[in-house]
């Protein structure tokens, strides 16, 4: 077991063991966001939350991971990762553990620090990716593995425990995680080599390029989740039955399995900037289409193609990231944006919702789905411009 994990040209490259704990760990930091609407609403259930509450601890978590992630990718250097690790899960641990005992506003600021030790997790896991030699196949793999982790325990907690001990006893299973975490620790490096040196790192300012693309994953997220947190309401309002809607977000979750696979298999075989494009211009059809209220097989399709799309596009954002900073700083910031794209969403969304009509929703998502792709589009075309003008060899005619 390595002190110091070199990757990417630096050395020998991790071994399969340390890549598949620093994944592990940050999958467990994220369970929780697969169970947000059914432990928060089994809470909500008992009355230990009102639905003010349901938002605040949703948000709280989402944030905190997204800022504290985003925090440590500026501040913090990769040393002493597996007692930094360890230290998290324990506080992790603690937060679940303690949101058993805790009602209203305490489960809100539990919710926080729990936040708050999954996002320092979760960077460590994106120390590891940004430095791959295939970054996006490790994010594709990462973020398979923390969705199958999810939907497995989405799957079997309503049908198991849960009808008979409440929201406890997923809360209890999130804890025993967080411990259990505590194993992986020991796998991972303990520290990384800093991020390769180019010609534009000559400061430690991000580059205007890399905040550009950050923006780009800010709100290809935000677009994301918008519309998630309302898709069921979308698809009863226009008239597929209540049934069928929520029927939609397991044909979804399964979807985003597939498309966390399709992503793994051909990354490396496409091109990541392009692939992340189609994307987009996608999910602006898609939005059309639930625009036009289809019926129920139509919209099961285009929920399934929505949820596919999601995890599809999410690991080659890591390529468009490094495209613009070589230096790969920006792309250790990632998860950073996505999380607060995440938490952004349904706020943009929520303003312009009512109880009656989605078209608010729709208008807003499509918006902000047409800005993300345009900002990527022309970032990665002055890129390829610029990349085409070095290489071309000017021959200076003879005397």
């Not at 250097?77 to 009602?103: E, Q, W």
């Not at 960077?123 to 594709?140: C, D, K, M």
């Not at 025993?176 to 620790?185: K, Q």
């Not at 800010?218 to 009863?236: M, N, S």
Request: aromatic share 8%.
């Amino acid at each position: 077991m390595a002190d110091s994990m070199r990757i990417d040209g630096f050395g020998v490259p991790p071994k399969t063991g340390a890549i598949a704990a620093c994944l592990i760990l940050g999958s467990i930091a994220l369970l929780m966001l697969g169970l947000q609407p059914l432990l928060l609403g089994s809470l909500a259930e008992a009355g230990r939350l009102d639905v003010a509450e349901v938002g605040y601890a949703a948000t709280s978590e989402l944030l905190a991971i997204g800022i504290v992630s985003a925090l440590a990718g500026m501040l913090l250097k990769p040393h002493r990762l597996r007692l930094m690790s360890i230290a998290a899960c324990l506080v992790l641990a603690a937060a679940n553990f303690g949101t058993i005992y805790v009602d209203g506003m305490g489960i809100v600021l539990l919710r926080a620090v729990a936040g708050s030790a999954s996002g320092l997790l979760v960077w460590v896991a994106v120390n590891l990716i940004t430095r791959g030699q295939s970054p996006e196949r490790l994010s594709g793999i990462f973020v398979t593995l923390q969705t199958l982790m999810q939907f497995a325990l989405a799957a079997t907690l309503p049908v198991t425990l849960l009808p008979i001990y409440g929201a406890n006893v997923g809360l209890f299973a999130l804890g025993s995680f967080s411990v259990l975490a505590i194993a992986c620790t020991f796998f991972i490096p303990d520290r990384f080599e800093p991020l390769p040196k180019t010609e534009e790192t000559t400061s430690t300012a991000l580059p205007i390029s890399g905040i550009v693309a950050l923006l780009v994953v800010f709100l290809y997220l935000a677009a994301i989740v918008g519309l998630w947190v309302y898709i069921e309401r979308v698809g009863v309002l226009a008239g597929v039955s209540p049934r069928t809607a929520g029927l939609a977000v397991a044909v979804a979750l399964a979807a985003q399995v597939v498309g966390g696979f399709a992503a793994t298999a051909l990354a490396g075989r496409v091109n990541a900037v392009f692939a992340f494009i189609a994307c987009g211009l996608a999910n602006i059809a898609l939005v059309g289409v639930f625009a036009l209220q289809p019926g129920a097989t139509v919209y099961l399709l285009s929920v399934a193609a929505f949820g596919f799309l999601w995890l599809f596009a999410l690991p080659f954002q890591v390529p468009l990231l490094i495209e613009a900073d070589p230096s790969r700083r920006s792309a250790m910031l990632m998860a950073g944006a996505q999380l607060l794209g995440c938490s952004a969403g349904p706020m943009l969304t929520s303003a312009v919702a009512t109880d009656h009509d989605m078209s608010g929703v729709l208008d807003v998502t499509a918006v902000v789905f047409v800005l993300a792709v345009a900002i990527a589009f022309t970032l990665h075309l002055r890129f390829a411009r610029a990349h085409h003008a070095a290489s071309v060899i000017i021959v200076e005619p003879a005397d």
